[in-house]
Nanobody, 128 residues
Framework: QVQVMESGGGLVQPGGSLRLSCIVSGLNFDSYDLGWFRRAPEQAPEKELEEVSCIREGDDRLYYSDAVKGRFSISKDSPRNTLYLELNSLKPGDTAVYYC?????????????????WGQGTQVTVSS
């Protein structure tokens, strides 16, 4: 049984930092595309989650959305089956529920977009 569990969210002031962790069990961690996605409070639930940052299986190519490039950093610890996301210089606009996913990319992509296993999410709130 595959399990995906995020942790590390919380309340932080603008300019602050957080580190999110995602432990994936029940599958071959290095054989999947891995990624972080988010849903902002104002986003309609029927809309797709926003891609934040991903690591592609095979060549470990990284992806960052324009909104987080230069501020967030993704990494993984394969022996621990753990995916990380370092969030720095946080802004109120980063407030969202952050989800971790393991799955398969579309051809030419980086982020897992099909056959995904998802966690339940961790809340990040950036506010003074």
């Amino acid at each position: 049984q595959v399990q995906v569990m995020e942790s590390g969210g919380g309340l932080v002031q603008p300019g602050g930092s957080l580190r999110l962790s995602c432990i994936v069990s029940g599958l071959n961690f290095d054989s999947y595309d891995l990624g972080w996605f988010r849903r902002a409070p104002e986003q309609a639930p029927e809309k797709e989650l926003e891609e934040v940052s991903c690591i592609r299986e095979g060549d470990d190519r990284l992806y960052y959305s324009d909104a987080v490039k230069g501020r967030f950093s993704i990494s993984k610890d394969s022996p621990r089956n753990t995916l990380y996301l370092e969030l720095n210089s946080l802004k109120p606009g980063d407030t969202a529920v952050y989800y971790c996913a393991a799955g398969r990319r579309f051809s030419g992509g980086v982020c897992p977009r099909q056959s995904n296993y998802w966690g339940q999410g961790t809340q990040v709130t950036v506010s003074s």
